[in-house]
């Protein structure tokens, strides 16, 4: 049921605008607290030393073929994608820059104080978490309705203009980056599969449970 959800839902502590700098507390709290479990999630996905994210092999590859660092090209592609928002009518909010600052703080946590399993099945055991958690994150965030990340905003606007599933868009947008990343030579781990493929559902998982919880 969840893999056909194609609106972000709204509840009783979602914004009624994207840019919105005096949300309720509770819309506040709530899009800090996704933003927090994404950035966990996405942190345990590099400990778990199974293989980075699709847009981290997406940066690595164009990181092999031009020369500026991961870190710049990241940054870089942020920005292009940002601007792919114009002709999809997507909002800047404060999520939007609280995403990069939150992620990257959870991030930076979990790499310092989570350490890389010695077995290898819960190496993948902590990716299928990490999955589950940054799409759980996602949704709470999302459902806030004070702006997006950017590839979430990207997701959010294709939906909008396809009308398709959010699993389907997502899925579609992360496998592609993927695709182009391990073109340009950048490494696929069984962890990049398991989030390009399962990242999507994921999502549309959180956003269901969310949408039920607080309807």
Excluded: H
């Amino acid at each position: 049921m969840f893999l056909t959800i194609k609106n972000i839902p709204r509840v009783s502590w979602s914004s009624n605008k994207p840019l919105n700098f005096k949300p309720k507390l509770s819309t506040f709290f709530f899009l800090c607290f996704g933003l927090t479990l994404f950035g966990l999630g996405e942190g345990l996905l590099i400990v778990s030393g199974v293989g980075a994210s699709p847009w981290t092999v997406f940066a690595q590859g164009i990181y092999l073929n031009v020369g500026f660092s991961v870190g710049i090209i990241t940054i870089l592609i942020s920005g292009v994608v940002l601007l792919l928002w114009l002709p999809l009518n997507q909002k800047i909010g404060i999520g939007t820059v609280l995403n990069a600052l939150i992620i990257g703080t959870m991030i930076d946590i979990c790499i310092k104080f989570v350490p890389t399993p010695e077995n290898y099945i819960s190496q993948l055991l902590l990716a299928i978490i990490a999955v589950l958690t940054v799409g759980l994150g996602g949704g709470i965030y999302l459902v806030g309705n004070l702006g997006a990340g950017p590839r979430d905003g990207l997701m959010i606007g294709l939906q909008q203009k396809t009308n398709l599933p959010i699993a389907a868009v997502r899925a579609f947008l992360e496998i592609t980056v993927m695709s182009i990343g391990w073109y340009l030579g950048g490494v696929v781990g069984v962890g990049t599969l398991l989030f390009a493929f399962g990242i999507g559902p994921a999502v549309a998982l959180g956003l269901f449970l969310v949408g039920r919880v607080f309807s």
